[in-house]
């Protein structure tokens, strides 16, 4: 019966999608491994809706959750996965929920708010599937397929975590609450200034044709417990575009490296800084090792009115990296002090509930809320 | 009984047939008594005339005047067909040079069209055509190509993912946000090829990291 419904709601859009104007209802399918560490206890698909549109159809997906922790172990994050086709660009999409304290039994909700894109081709009779790629609990153990490196995702989530609320609970050992809200006021002054730019993204090649191309040397921000050095890099920058980083990074540390990520930093003509995003790179580090990271990626900047933006400098600095046996380096908040860096770093999740709930329920709450952990 | 015609026997008779007429030839004459005393009648008129040239006077060369006359028969038949009457071309058709024209200018369109129309809508046109070729976009080659012309753009308030000259918003401006993230997300691009936006509840604080993959 449901089937039925979902063809014949699937072939009426197509039908009306030469008109332009197509809608249906959608019913996802929820498949949960037979031991995963949650159940569904409820859902609600809302306003939900797929719209046929050109040759795709587009997937609406307003979704709430409620899953159950099924284990006796603590849940701290939690990477559902959402395909609505699974090799077209903008078909899957996942949603991560971090910094969770779920005891066993616990329910907790999951909202998934996403749209995607299906070939009408496809579209007919595959319903939008929601699985699991991944649960991290409070030792930093992990359950789940990992097929989209969620686990990475969710330990450096809670390290972050950690390392925030224990620089919370520093402030107020230290100042007491006015000290802990000060700084919450100033971190939240920090994500109002924060610059915000509009950013292209093409991968293989260049978003336009500009001339007057040059290279550009990176600078970098020593961070001194950081395993990985960068040593040298560059990118062809020309105007407001920059594309194909080259990095040279050296392990300093005792461990293989398996993954890192660079943070890289646009100065424009005017002084200006911001992050423009981050260098991921897999490889196979040794000790003492050197290795290069190269990316045929383009960032352009389009120009906003009246903020034209030329790139002038450019500034590279190690944001994490993983080790071969899974462990995790982040920086550390003395790190972040960096003044190059807290201008333009975006809060954690975790700093970001924290914050939020400053603002809703004011210092008490979350002064209660660091004695839970 | 379909007996041979004068011709094949004459030619039978002077050894000149082809293998299998000669065989279908020499079957029927085992059979057939009337062929077979027109064949002998035929090889002995064959047999005197070769006793006849035996006896051509001197200076006579029958070799080459065995080749003249050969010229001679072959300029014949070449006059004839000169004299003949005419072979008729058939007319061409009236339609058919309508639609030579209508061919024409139908390739004429088709270049002006491709000249003025943007590469980006090309790209297109060739991605669809791919696509049918390869049977509705199911194949990894096809999303690599499309994969290579796909460009990601991030504000602070929507992502849109572009290809072949069409916009799509991912994740939309913070009016198509439900209530309870009012003014509280961010959205970032990842060179690994996902775009994500970070939202926060405002009232429970959680915080949510949705993200779309549009490279594999």
Redesign the interface.
Known sequence: MRSSTAVFSRTAACALALGGLAAAAILPRIELPKDSPVVVIGSDYGDSNETA???AM?VDL?ASLLLRNATQRRIRGITLTVTAQE??????????????DVSANETF?????????Q?L??SMGSPVVVGLDGVLFDDLGFYGPDK?QSRR?LTVCELEARRDRRYFKTLLAEGGPQRLQNEIVQMMQRQMDRP?V????????R?TNVEGEHTVQFAFLKLPDSPVEPVQGMAIVAANEARAPSLEVKNRSDRSVRYLEIGWILQDRAGREFLA????AELNLGPGQRSQVL?D?TLKF?PRPGQALSIEGMTGFVSNVEFTDGSVWIPSRSDLADPKLKMVM?PS??E???V??Y??RGLNAVVEELKKF | MNHPGELELALFAGGDLGFWERWRVRKHLRQCETCRADVGALKGTSENLRHLADEMPDGVNWARLSQEMTGNIRVGLAAGECVGPARLRRPRSLAWHAMGIVALAFVIVLTALWVNVPRDQKDHVFTALRSISLGGGHHATALQAVNDGVVLEASPLSIDLRANGGTMSILTSRDAVPDRYANNVAVSVSMQGSAGAQYVDSDTGQVTISKVYYAQ
């Open positions: 549109r050109g040759g587009v307003h090799v077209t660009p903008g078909g899957k999409g996942s949603v991560t929920i971090p910094s969770l909700p999951v909202h998934i708010d996403l749209r995607l894109l070939p081709q496809a989209l995702t915000g509009d950013v292209q993204m093409v991968r293989g090649g978003v995003g981050s260098v991921p990316k990626t389009p975006g999740p975790e970001q509930r924290l939020q709930l603002r809703k």
